[in-house]
């Protein structure tokens, strides 16, 4: 199966800082998105993006799909965005996503 | 729009019991997936299922675990004689209409065996 890397491991930032967040894949994936875990556990949606540039607030996301990578940024960083960035993708179509091990941010004010 | 919906949020239970957790997909939803989050890990596939199939089980353990997703109702995660192993986050995701596309996650049942 596919291996999932992701980097950097922990984050800490500043609030208001921006920050870019990285996942490799060793093969191709179809489906690729990008979860935020927050501290309570919840795991939420944040981008289906198998490839292209996609925006939502001070989220971006980017998926080169031919180099295998995808990028996470986020700006001007609030508090609130602490918690879990998990990538996640399916190579095979078979609805099988396999996780990184997310990055861990956390933001101080 | 209701999203993915589980229960219970928590569940405790002895050594020996049965946990059954419960996931209702979005509506119009008919691929529900299970992935299991162990105590500082990543998430881990379980087994995709369709109305009354089970499409690939490869993720779940050989023993003592078990998925179904009725015809009617939502789709259930069985654990037998849970041990404390068991103690994780259980999520269910669901997708529209095939495997390619957007999965939806729940809030995920966390597990507790004493």
């Known amino acids: 199966g596919i291996q999932v890397e992701q980097s950097p491991p922990d984050l800490i930032l500043q609030e208001g800082a921006n920050s870019t967040l990285r996942c490799n894949f060793s093969?191709?994936?179809?489906?690729l998105q990008w979860f935020h875990q927050n501290p309570w556990g919840q795991l939420i949606n944040l981008f289906y993006?198998?490839?292209g540039t996609k925006q939502n607030g001070r989220l971006s996301a980017t998926t080169v799909a031919t180099e295998r990578y995808s990028l996470l940024y986020i700006s001007s960083s609030q508090t609130t965005d602490s918690g879990v960035y998990f990538c996640?993708?399916?190579?095979?179509?078979?609805?099988?996503?396999?996780f990184g091990q997310g990055t861990t941010l956390q933001v101080k004010p | 729009n209701a999203g993915v919906m589980q229960n219970p949020r928590h569940l405790v239970r002895r050594r020996g019991q049965e946990a059954r957790l419960r996931c209702s997909p979005v509506?119009?939803?008919?691929?529900v997936y299970w992935y299991r989050q162990l105590p500082e890990e990543g998430l881990k596939f379980m087994v995709y299922?369709?109305?009354?199939?089970?499409?690939?089980e490869s993720g779940m353990p050989k023993e003592r675990f078990s998925a179904e997703f009725p015809k009617e109702g939502p789709s259930i995660l069985r654990i037998q004689q849970v041990v404390r192993g068991d103690s994780a986050a259980y999520f269910c995701?669901?997708?529209?209409?095939?495997?390619?596309?957007?999965?939806?996650f729940g809030p995920g049942t966390r597990l507790l065996v004493l």
């Open positions: 093969d191709s994936v179809n489906n």
């Open positions: 995701a669901s997708s529209r209409n095939d495997p390619m596309g957007a999965q939806y």
């Open positions: 996640a993708g399916d190579s095979g179509n078979t609805g099988k996503l396999i």
């Open positions: 993006i198998p490839s």
């Open positions: 509506k119009g939803h008919s691929h």
């Open positions: 299922l369709q109305k009354e199939n089970i499409i690939d």
